[in-house]
């Protein structure tokens, strides 16, 4: 079984819909991250949470919101989906510590908003 | 703000050429990861380099951190096909701050 899960892998949705992406992970790590990716423009971080009670915006933030349910559960909301959110959404967990040693991503949901 | 920028962006090889892809930056970098990404799939983290100097090997690949910690290259020996996709390089500032991702290089090796 994957470590890290993400669902749906596809959703088509219409301008104005409310969405949920999910994330579950097994991998036992405290930080869990949301990114989106564009040709062109990389991995760009929308939001992340080191633990259950910390939630922090990441360089795009505006139009998302998140949900740490748990320490394996991180969910990620658009309240009224525009269509320059169509991209390929990623969640990632890492450990804590004094040095960083990576990310572990998961599948990704690719997201169309019409 | 840390940047990393990548180079080249682009780059298409014949099968059992060497090739280099770099990672630079003007900051410095507790840490740096190398990803390989695949298409319809996420990243997939290939290794962290620590210490500025260090050389890391795996298989074919060949990573190094600058002895300042602000640029790491990725040297790959004989590429094959199945080395084709977007690696991407990843620096972790101090303190708790998040990741800092370059914006890749796409990788095409052709039989």
């Known amino acids: 079984d994957a470590d890290v899960t993400q669902t749906p892998r596809n959703r088509i949705t219409k301008t104005g819909k409310r969405i949920m992406l999910e994330c579950s992970q097994t991998?036992?790590?405290?930080?869990m991250y949301w990114y989106r990716q564009d040709p062109g423009l990389g991995l760009r971080l929308i939001y992340y949470?080191?633990?259950?009670?910390?939630?922090n915006k990441g360089e795009i933030s505006d139009g998302y919101s998140v949900s740490r349910q748990a320490q394996a559960k991180f969910s990620l909301s658009l309240e009224s989906a525009i269509p320059n959110q169509t991209a390929l959404y990623f969640c990632?967990?890492?450990?804590?510590?004094?040095?960083?040693?990576?990310?572990?991503f998961g599948p990704g949901t690719r997201l169309t908003v019409l | 703000t840390q940047l990393l920028e990548q180079s080249p962006q682009f780059l298409s090889i014949q099968e059992g050429e060497n090739l280099t892809v770099y990672c630079n930056s003007s900051?410095?970098?507790?840490?740096l990861q190398w990803y390989r990404q695949e298409p319809g799939e996420g990243p997939v983290l290939l290794v962290t380099?620590?210490?500025?100097?260090e050389v890391k090997k795996l298989k074919r690949l060949t990573f190094q951190f600058g002895d300042a910690r602000k640029d790491s290259s990725l040297h790959i020996t004989a590429a094959q096909p199945g080395d084709t996709g977007l690696y991407l390089c990843?620096?972790?500032?101090?303190?708790?701050?998040?990741?800092?991702f370059g914006k890749g290089t796409r990788l095409s090796v052709i039989a």
């Open positions: 990632a967990t890492g450990t804590s510590g004094p040095l960083v040693y990576g990310q572990f």
């Open positions: 900051s410095v970098f507790s840490s």
């Open positions: 990843a620096g972790a500032g101090s303190g708790n701050t998040p990741l800092v």
């Open positions: 380099v620590v210490t500025g100097g």
């Open positions: 991998k036992g790590h405290d930080r």
């Open positions: 949470s080191f633990d259950v009670k910390d939630i």
